[in-house]
T-cell receptor
Framework: DGGITQSPKYLFRKEGQNVTLSCEQNLNHDAMYWYRQDPGQGLRLIYYSQIVNDFQKGDIAEGYSVSREKKESFPLTVTSAQKNPTAFYLC??????????FGDGTRLSIL | SQKIEQNSEALNIQEGKTATLTCNYTNYSPAYLQWYRQDPGRGPVFLLLIRENEKEKRKERLKVTFDTTLKQSLFHITASQPADSATYLCALDMGQAGTALIFGKGTTLSVSS
């Protein structure tokens, strides 16, 4: 079955630590996205990539970094500069201008 | 900048009734408007897309309308069921190359039996 896989489902970070969230898709989609979801805040865009080796900052990119070395993979690193990283992180992919397919998210918490 | 508002955080209705959810936006009309369903702890799932030049779209018990004069989309679920209980998100696609969707905060629908 085609889809998006996010791992791990739950992740814990210690203070001052970087963590990387995985997102893999086998839908052959060009575009991939990372969102952060906080209670009552809806989905906020962190980064997106429309093609391999290219990505753009979203509305809340500070404290995050991404890479897009392969079409099917778009990992997100939450750096120690992100002071409030506790949230539900969602990855999505799409063909340009088509609806987005989402993974089932990674919930990140601070120890 | 473009703003999007789903003006009910929560909506409670009885089974069998029609649920109507509202999505309002400011400034420019989007090229497309999309509706998604999200269950707790899961990613959103796409439901319907309506284009700027379309007034209405239907899919089974779902209906979406798009009024560019009012800058509003309405999402209807007819003959609602407890299984329809979820959070519903609207999203704007401004249609410009290199831009991503703008999501509303969502409306949480609860259907009681």
């Amino acid at each position: 079955d085609g889809g998006i896989t996010q791992s791990p489902k739950y992740l814990f970070r210690k203070e001052g630590q970087n963590v990387t969230l995985s997102c893999e898709q086998n839908l052959n989609h060009d575009a991939m996205y990372w969102y952060r979801q906080d209670p009552g805040q809806g989905l906020r865009l962190i980064y997106y990539s429309q093609i391999v080796n290219d990505f753009q900052k979203g509305d809340i990119a500070e404290g995050y970094s991404v890479s897009r070395e392969k079409k099917e993979s778009f990992p997100l690193t939450v750096t120690s500069a992100q002071k409030n990283p506790t949230a539900f992180y969602l990855c999505a992919s799409s063909i340009a201008r088509q609806p987005q397919h989402f993974g089932d998210g990674t919930r990140l918490s601070i120890l | 900048s473009q703003k999007i508002e789903q003006n009910s955080e929560a909506l409670n209705i009885q089974e069998g009734k029609t649920a109507t959810l509202t999505c309002n936006y400011t400034n420019y009309s989007p090229a497309y408007l999309q509706w998604y369903r999200q269950d707790p702890g899961r990613g959103p799932v796409f439901l319907l897309l309506i284009r700027e030049n379309e007034k209405e779209k239907r899919k089974e018990r779902l209906k979406v309308t798009f009024d560019t004069t009012l800058k509003q989309s309405l999402f209807h679920i007819t003959a609602s069921q407890p299984a329809d209980s979820a959070t519903y998100l609207c999203a704007l696609d401004m249609g410009q190359a290199g831009t991503a969707l703008i999501f509303g905060k969502g409306t949480t629908l609860s259907v009681s039996s």
